[in-house]
Nanobody, 126 residues
């Protein structure tokens, strides 16, 4: 499975961006999918995840501003980011696991995810 992110860019604080992740495989084959990010000088952190039942979980720092969604017909994972802040500046990565089996999806660790995209840069200026 190959994941390819798109939609990153530069925006001023308060602006919006929409990220998309195209999967070469069937997104229904990955029960857990999500977005992670790594800012300059920071460790990678989970941003938002979605499971096969379309249950979503968000990091506290993005709740109410970001929305994750999955389009199984197009095999894409999306992240709508509104009210962006300078601290959202990071490389954003799409990730998916290798099993369709239902279980609790976690974003505390990226080790649960088998497939990763190359990342797309998001830069928010103040």
């Amino acid at each position: 499975v190959q994941l390819v992110e798109s939609g990153g860019g530069s925006v001023q604080a308060g602006g919006s961006l929409a990220l998309s992740c195209a999967s070469s495989g069937d997104t229904e084959s990955s029960y857990c999918m999500g977005w992670f990010r790594q800012g300059p000088g920071k460790e990678r952190e989970g941003v938002a995840i979605i499971d096969g039942d379309h249950i979503t979980t968000y990091a506290d720092s993005v709740k109410g501003r970001f929305t994750i969604s999955k389009d199984s017909a197009k095999n894409t994972l999306n992240l709508q980011m509104n009210s962006l802040k300078p601290e959202d500046t990071a490389m954003y990565y799409c990730a998916a696991d290798a099993s369709p089996l239902a279980r609790r999806c976690r974003m505390e660790t990226g080790s649960d995810y088998n497939y990763w995209g190359q990342g797309t840069q998001v830069t928010v200026s103040s």
